[in-house]
């Protein structure tokens, strides 16, 4: 048996050079002390200014966690005015040379302008520390950037540009320290920083691009034009594809801004039906006796004419079983001679329904001079120069001076007000609902979208509907349509033989005009008697 002597159960431990307080934190367990200077030491053993400051406005962090944690956090007070680091503070965690480098660098940057601090690099604070051994190196590279981080986190902070925070602030990211620091609080600000700065120019220039697109709308429309997608290819933002910036621009346009094309879309379908399906469609009730004849207006089947314009004759509408209608007043008769006068109506493609430009150019405040100064400067939004000037103080008083430099880009705002839109079968058109009527829109967009039997129909239809009144074949000539006569007749040829357009008819003046009409609106008589008044008999009164 072994005697106790010989047995020691106890193991003496190593000695350990911990330090552990709020702020630092060693987390090398074994650290020798013997290859650190005195002044290191020294440093470690009194340091004054861990912490954050009061009123810290800055703060950074730079270091590394394989292969043991190390890290420098450095925070700081800066006067905004003035620049100068009024207070500096850290926190560490690693080995003692951390601790040491991180009050060394707040101790060199404390009291001094930005410029001053951003100048403070490694050799300085190797030699304010008196060096450190080989392997503790990167405590003086991680204090050196967190200096660096700590003025770039107060620039992108106190509203600098990215690109002035980079010019001011260097970061290399092939340099030894920055491949060193696995964490750089400064290298992740950059990178958000950017990210948020693209994200401000795309949208930038996502507004400037709809603004100028809505220009170009308002423009078009001034000369008679939709403005479709297509037209527009120039202006889509660098970032955004075709399709995406034409769902961008539709999704400024106001929740109204669509315009109804019922009437359109069906004006080349309309297939040959019994008569109960043809009423249907038009909302009345098939089970009317007078379904299957299409909606009429009072004055359908009475000839029109000089100078018995809205004669009554009873007697021939009883014999052909139709009421007599009222017999209207002098004011509903000159109404309804006005809308027959086709080729000069108001609502004729081409006429005075052709818009207008109604774009108004910004006019900048008119202010005057020999402002006083201490008044300008309260109302100085309100005073703006024109371009090539610029406004400056001179002996109490504001005046314009004249500059070379160019001048700042104006910020966009895009307006869409009034923009309406219009769907067609693969495209969608624009207009400026305040230059152009609703109605010439649609001709526009029958030209735009290039089917001439749809065109064609519904124009026709159009016209016997609302009015009623027969459709010149002149007024094709007109824009937006501007077809010849030649490509009217053939149209017609081509319609005529097709069952959906059974109800597009023709007739001519006595003078040879030709019109066309349809037969759901207007019957023969009616339609050749306004022909005939609207080519021939309206001059008579002149």
Known sequence: MTRMTERNVYQEPEDKVLLRTADVYQTEAVDDVASYSDRLLAIVADFKNSGVPDSANAQSMVGKSKRGEVACRLFARIDPQTGIIEAAGFKARGCLAMTACASAACLLIEGKPLEDALAVGIEDIRTYVDGVPAGKANALHFAACAIQALVGDFLLHDGAPVSEVEEAVSCDASSVSC?????????????????????????????????????????????????????????????????????????????????????????????????????????????????????????????????????????????????????????????????????????????????????????????????????????DDDLVPPEGYELVEVDGQWGLVKTDRPPAPKPRVADATGIKLMRGATDAYLYDGNAMTDAFARWAYLAAEDDPLVTFAFCVREDSRTYPRPMAQSCFANDPLCLSAREVHEIWEQAHGMPEYADIQTVSASNGDVYFYSTDYLSAEHARSLAEWASVERFYNV
């Open 179 to 379: 491949i060193m620091a696995e964490h750089c609080s400064h290298r992740q600000s950059l990178l958000e920083a950017r990210v948020e700065e693209d994200e401000r120019q795309r949208a930038r220039a996502e507004e400037d691009a709809c603004a100028a697109c809505f220009d170009l709308v308002r423009r078009n429309t001034g000369a008679g034009k939709l403005t479709a997608p297509g037209d527009w290819a120039a202006l889509v933002p660098a970032h955004l594809m075709p399709d995406e910036f034409a769902s961008v621009v539709l999704g400024r346009l106001d929740a109204d801004a669509e315009v109804a094309l019922a009437g359109i879309s069906e004006g080349g379908a309309k297939a040959a039906a019994p008569a109960a399906a043809s009423a249907a469609a038009r909302g009345a009730s098939p089970d009317a006796a007078g379904a299957a004849a299409p909606a009429r207006s009072p004055f359908a089947n009475r000839g029109v004419g000089v100078p018995h314009l809205f004669a009554r004759d009873a007697a021939a509408e009883a014999v052909a079983g139709r009421p007599s209608p009222e017999v209207p007043s002098k004011q509903d008769a000159a109404a309804m001679a006005n809308a027959a006068d086709a080729p000069n109506a108001a609502d004729a493609p081409g006429d005075d329904r052709r818009p207008g430009s109604s774009v108004l150019d910004d006019v900048p405040h008119v202010f005057d001079y020999g402002h006083d100064a201490d008044t300008a400067a309260d109302d």
